[in-house]
C-alpha cells in the first residue's frame, strides 16, 4: 500500500512508481471516481478522439474515391447481407 501526503493546499504527489503503475506520464490527465462508501478508483484518462483524427484515419489507404450514391448502395447491401 503506499501513502501519500496532503498539502496544506489540498495538493498530493504522486511518486514515480504509482504513476509508472497507472501507465500516467507528464501531461496526461487522471480520472477519479469517487465511490459512496468514501473510496476512489483512479486511473489514466483515455484521451478523446478528435473529429480530425477521425477524418483522416483512411486518408491514403485507397486511390477509390465513392460517390455518395455508391456509399449508400454499399450500405443498403450490408443490412440487407448481400456483402
Do not use: N
Not at 480520472?31 to 486511473?43: H, K, Q, Y
Not at 477524418?55 to 443498403?76: C, F, H, R, W
Amino acid at each position: 500500500m503506499t501513502t501519500l501526503t496532503v498539502t496544506s493546499r489540498g495538493q498530493v504527489t504522486f511518486r514515480k512508481d504509482v504513476l509508472q503503475h497507472l501507465g500516467i506520464k507528464p501531461g496526461d490527465k487522471i480520472e477519479l471516481d469517487l465511490l459512496p462508501d468514501g473510496r476512489g478508483v483512479i486511473r489514466a484518462a483515455k484521451p478523446a478522439g478528435t473529429i480530425d483524427r477521425f477524418l483522416g484515419l483512411l486518408q491514403g489507404k485507397t486511390a477509390k474515391v465513392a460517390s455518395l450514391d455508391e456509399i449508400d448502395e454499399a450500405i443498403q447491401q450490408a443490412w440487407a447481407g448481400e456483402r
